[in-house]
Structures are given as structure tokens and as C-alpha cells.
Nanobody, 114 residues
């Protein structure tokens, strides 16, 4: 059974940083590209970033480039999202998602206050 467990969210002041983690299990994590997706209150899901299976390529939502960094540790079956210079508009629940948006974790909530 695929399991994705996000952690690291919280309440942070504008300009602050957070590092989100996602622990993956139940599948061969190391051969899959992985995504972070977020959902702000009252809005639909929004793709944030993707990292390929070997971590040689990363892709970001244009508006987040330079502030967010996706990474992974295949030996530990872990996915990460480093978020810097956070803004109130980054407030959302952040999800770790497998390719094709097939499997989602429960999400971790990030709240950025001004």
C-alpha cells in the first residue's frame, strides 16, 4: 500500500522559512518522479514542483522559482521542499504526490502571517 506522510508545516512569519518532508513507503520510491502540490483555502490544487527519479532535474511553478527547492533522498525514501522568503499567499496545505496525481498524502498545513 502506497503511503505518503508529510510533515514540517506550521505557522511562520512572512519572510521566514520552512522545510517540508514526505516519508514514502509501499512502492519503489527511487524510480518515480515526485511532486509537491498545494491547496490554498477555498482554492483548487496547485502544482508546486517536480523532481525526477534520480534528482538530476527539478521543475518549479514559475512564480515560486528562487524561493522553493525540491529535493529527495532515495536511500531514505524521503522527499523535501525547502521554502524560503515565505509570503502570506504561500499559505496552503502542501501535499506529496506521485506521478499522474495518483497517490496523495494527508498534507501538511503551512500558514504564513504578515
Amino acid at each position: 500500500e502506497v503511503q505518503l506522510v508529510e510533515s514540517g508545516g506550521g505557522l511562520v512569519e512572512s519572510g521566514g522559512s520552512l522545510r517540508l518532508s514526505c516519508a514514502a513507503s509501499g512502492f519503489n520510491f527511487g524510480i518515480f518522479d515526485m511532486n509537491w502540490v498545494r491547496q490554498a483555502p477555498g482554492k483548487g490544487p496547485e502544482w508546486v514542483a517536480l523532481i525526477n527519479s534520480s534528482a538530476t532535474n527539478t521543475y518549479y511553478r514559475e512564480s515560486l522559482k528562487g524561493r522553493f527547492t525540491i529535493s529527495r533522498d532515495n536511500a531514505k525514501n524521503m522527499l523535501y521542499l525547502q521554502m524560503n522568503s515565505l509570503k502570506p499567499e504561500d499559505t496552503a496545505v502542501y501535499f506529496c504526490v506521485t506521478p499522474g496525481y495518483k497517490n496523495w498524502g494527508e498534507g501538511t498545513r503551512v500558514t504564513v502571517f504578515a
